[in-house]
């Protein structure tokens, strides 16, 4: 993650947007890039700062910038049209003493945001991207990852099928529920060492409320090599954190359970919106779960073809929209996906 930038104050910028009006075709492309330039202008700088404010400051910074952002936009292209002479200056008809329409302009999901930024993080770490299908069978999305055949997982009631039970569970297809099937498929296409990370979007019978969705991104990341550690996991799982959310971040582990790592463990870090002190978002424990984790199991290693007694490896999963609500303080995840502008403008260009 970036570190705060400090920019120029509104006051400053102020300024400058009233001499807009008195530059050259030149100067009007440099003062520009000046301000709007997607990596050194004065406004990316202040949005790209959003994360390491105060959690009650982000809200009123980011809309602010923003406001200030379009004011400018309009100001270079109203003085780009008159330095060109455009229809409006050559006698059309029209009310030229209206205002200004608004500039729309799109921008990148802060969930999808999210996602890039994590995946530049495991980049610098060495780790490179996999993706796989999103239509699985059973043997690659359950069986292969060491699910019992009679698993809870693999009920009807609790996943999404595409077709209706068959007498060869390989054939039983179903939407994804999970990405750890491609860890499988990157096992099969050759000899460790592997170190990669894995997006997609995956699929549950889950009810669509706050801390939940039926489609959701999820990125899960494997390492697996001679000599691998849960020393490894902590310490590349600790580095990830602090880079995401800052050196400062607390984080801790916990013995949990999933049956295709032993030992496992879920991570926390300390919450974001309360510091701490307890809040309805951690429910009062001060923590936040951000991802599970652990040392892959020996029979998935053995059952991608890889000899279990040489290799040994580690593997996570988060989900890139919970890691959004923690790094910038939004309660519901419902919010992100209901295409509120007034909640998505904040976040654009935010750190990718």
Request: proline letters at 7%; one cysteine or more; a negative charge.
């Amino acid at each position: 993650m970036t570190d705060h930038v400090t920019p120029p104050s509104l006051e400053q910028l102020e300024e400058r947007l009233k001499n807009i009006d008195t530059l050259d075709h030149d100067a009007l492309e440099v003062e520009s890039i000046a301000i709007l330039g997607r990596k050194s202008g004065a406004l990316t700088a202040a949005l790209r700062s959003i994360p390491t404010l105060p959690v009650d400051e982000r809200r009123s910074f980011g809309a602010a910038v923003n406001a200030l952002k379009a004011r400018f936009e309009e100001a270079f292209e109203a003085r780009r049209s008159a330095l060109e002479g455009d229809a409006g200056r050559s006698g059309l008809s029209g009310d030229l003493s209206m205002p200004a329409r608004h500039t729309w302009m799109g921008a990148v999901h802060p969930v999808n945001q999210v996602v890039h930024a994590i995946l530049g993080i495991f980049r610098d770490l060495g780790f490179s991207v996999a993706t796989g299908p999103e239509v699985e069978d059973e043997w690659y999305n359950f069986l292969s990852l060491n699910f019992p055949p009679d698993h809870p997982a693999m009920d009807m009631h609790d996943t999404m099928y595409l077709a209706g039970p068959s007498a060869d569970p390989q054939n039983r297809l179903l939407l994804r529920t999970h990405t750890s099937p491609v860890q499988i498929r990157v096992m099969q296409g050759g000899p460790p060492p592997y170190r990669v990370v894995i997006p997609g979007v995956v699929y549950r019978r889950d009810p669509f409320d706050a801390s939940h969705a039926p489609a959701f991104n999820q990125i899960e990341g494997l390492a697996v090599d001679e000599g691998i550690g849960f020393v490894d996991l902590k310490a590349t799982l600790t580095h990830f954190a602090h880079s995401f959310f800052g050196s400062a971040a607390d984080v801790r582990f916990r013995p949990s359970f999933f049956p295709f790592t032993e030992p496992s463990a879920e991570m926390d870090i300390r919450c974001q919106l309360c510091a701490g002190t307890g809040c309805a978002a951690c429910k009062g424990t001060g923590w936040m779960e951000i991802l599970g984790c652990g040392m892959v199991h020996p029979r998935v290693l053995e059952n991608a073809g890889v000899d279990s007694e040489r290799y040994t490896g580690w593997a996570f999963g988060m989900g890139p929209a919970r890691m959004c609500l923690a790094l910038y303080g939004v309660p519901d995840i419902r919010m992100l996906y209901e295409g509120d502008v007034r909640l998505l403008s904040q976040f654009a260009g935010a750190p990718e």
